[in-house]
């Protein structure tokens, strides 16, 4: 398996612009995980998905970011408009089985974002 | 909601010293404790984990214990070696999640 695929690696955007950010979990997981990390605040979680189904979206920072997950291969992660302070490093994570959180999470390579 | 405090921040030792992180968290009922290791521009990755019906857990040079009592966990990384600078993290459980410490950045010199 090629673990878990994000795509694009590297996104340099200017504020107020949309952002996609693209996630491909590994195959079998039925966990699916956003991270956002920053120097300033760590690593945070953003929102997850059970089965395809949002389970926590309570560590979305506001309204400008939405996700998606409409099967189980493929999640988006959207901010529009985009800010400065969005600039981060997002990592999606996939893991499986009952206790998904509480199983190992396997992280994708993020996507470091920078808003200019 | 869940808080976990991670100390130190920074930890410099040198080749063949052992090292130990520290977490402290808040929720009783927090039950899965994992540590995972993240390489300069790399991904977070789990390294060792260990959940509440045990106190203590080995993985050849990696160990990490529990007081549940005390709400406290550690991870010990013995004979260290040049590659085992990194940042680690710790994290625990809270509202069916989890909750990651702020990361110790331990550098190992040769």
């Known amino acids: 398996d090629a673990g878990v695929i994000q795509s694009p690696r590297h996104e340099v955007t200017e504020m107020g612009q949309e952002v996609t950010l693209r996630c491909k979990p590994i195959s079998g997981h039925d966990y699916l995980f956003w991270y956002r990390q920053t120097m300033m605040r760590g690593l945070e979680l953003l929102i997850y998905f059970n089965n395809n189904v949002p389970i926590d979206d309570s560590g979305m920072p506001e309204d400008r970011f939405s996700a998606k997950m409409p099967n189980a291969s493929f999640s988006t992660l959207k901010i529009q408009p985009s800010e400065p302070r969005d600039s981060a490093v997002y990592f999606c994570?996939?893991?499986?089985?009952?206790?998904?959180?509480?199983?190992?999470?396997?992280f994708g390579p993020g996507t470091r974002l920078t808003v200019l | 909601g869940e808080n976990v405090e991670q100390h130190p921040s920074t930890l410099s030792v040198q080749e063949g010293d052992s090292a130990v992180i520290k977490c402290t968290y808040s929720?009783?009922?927090?039950?899965?404790f994992p540590w995972y290791k993240q390489e300069l521009g790399k991904r977070p990755q789990l390294i060792i984990d260990i959940r509440s019906n045990v106190g203590e857990k080995k993985d050849q040079r990696i160990a990490v214990t529990l007081n549940k009592t005390a709400k406290h966990f550690s991870l010990h990384i013995t004979e260290t070696q040049p590659e085992d600078s990194a940042v680690y993290f710790c994290?625990?459980?809270?509202?069916?999640?989890?909750?990651f410490g702020t990361g110790t950045r331990l550098l190992v010199s040769p």
């Open positions: 994570a996939s893991s499986l089985g009952e206790g998904g959180p509480y199983n190992e999470q396997f």
């Open positions: 929720d009783s009922a927090s039950n899965y």
């Open positions: 994290a625990t459980t809270g509202f069916q999640k989890l909750v």
